[in-house]
């Protein structure tokens, strides 16, 4: 029996640049997604390009998530650090409430959070890690907002979203390869892929549901879901073709589907 289309949406890491530094084209970069991860401060961003960035994200109609990263402006968020469950949850919760208030100030409510780089691998093995990062968006969640939390499916992300009944959005990386065993490889810098390449693997998660191994082969995104968000990463090279690609595929995918976003 041949699968449903997955529902999905295309999201990509913003406002990563610091001070009078830009990292990426976050204008036409917003023009290409649906969801946006802000960053909070701790690898990249500052106030005003937050402030910025989410004002920016309002004006195109994007939903904004948090963005939080261990304390590592140096490696970009991309080296781990040894940290204990309840020294990250307050880690977070200082980067997720500074967001909040330009969130505030635009009249936008907060949608997902998602951490990023090393901290995202971290909590993905680590369940108590993971159950820290997630406890973060039920604390900034209330009656009328509910914050999802974005990970990778079947990972201690989605145990741990499950466990403390946080609305998962199950992700998955058009331009970042996985292993032959399906894991994510994380990069501290990121290199080109072909926009072929980006049909081809975005076209096989959407109507199978499976990854494309770095060995050639096909695996199993996880069982019984319904949605992913596909990443495209502003500091990737031609992140605006591969997200503009992506978008429109997305698009077509869903209306065929009859999804609305």
């Not at 968006?137 to 974005?150: C, G, H, L």
Request: charged share 20%; aromatic share 6%; net charge negative.
């Amino acid at each position: 029996m041949v699968a449903p289309r997955l529902k999905a949406t295309v999201n990509c890491d913003m406002g990563e640049g610091y001070s009078l530094y830009t990292i990426a084209d976050d204008e036409a970069l917003m023009r290409t997604i649906h969801l946006a991860n802000i960053a909070c401060g701790f690898h990249a961003s500052d106030f005003s390009i937050m402030d910025k960035t989410v004002l920016l994200a309002q004006q195109n109609g994007v939903k904004v998530g948090a963005h939080p990263s261990l304390p590592d402006r140096q490696g970009f968020g991309r080296r781990e650090m040894t940290i204990e469950p309840d020294e990250l949850a307050a880690c977070l919760i200082y980067q997720v409430g500074a967001l909040s208030g330009f969130l505030k100030r635009h009249r936008l409510q907060l949608h997902h959070i998602k951490p990023h780089g090393a901290v995202y691998g971290q909590t993905a093995r680590s369940l108590p890690l993971a159950l820290a990062a997630v406890e973060v968006a039920k604390i900034f969640s209330d009656s009328s907002n509910e914050v999802a939390f974005i990970g990778l499916a079947g990972t201690m992300h989605q145990v741990a979203a499950e466990q403390r009944g946080v609305r998962f959005i199950p992700e998955w990386f058009a331009d970042l390869d996985y292993t032959p065993e399906g894991k994510l490889l994380i990069t501290k810098k990121h290199t080109p892929v072909s926009l072929d390449i980006v049909r081809g693997r975005v076209d096989r998660i959407l109507t199978r549901h499976e990854i494309t191994t770095v060995d050639g082969k096909h695996m199993s995104l996880g069982n019984n879901l319904t949605e992913v968000s596909i990443c495209c990463h502003s500091d990737t090279p031609g992140a605006v073709e591969v997200a503009t690609l992506v978008k429109t595929l997305v698009d077509e995918s869903n209306t065929i589907a009859g999804y609305s976003i």
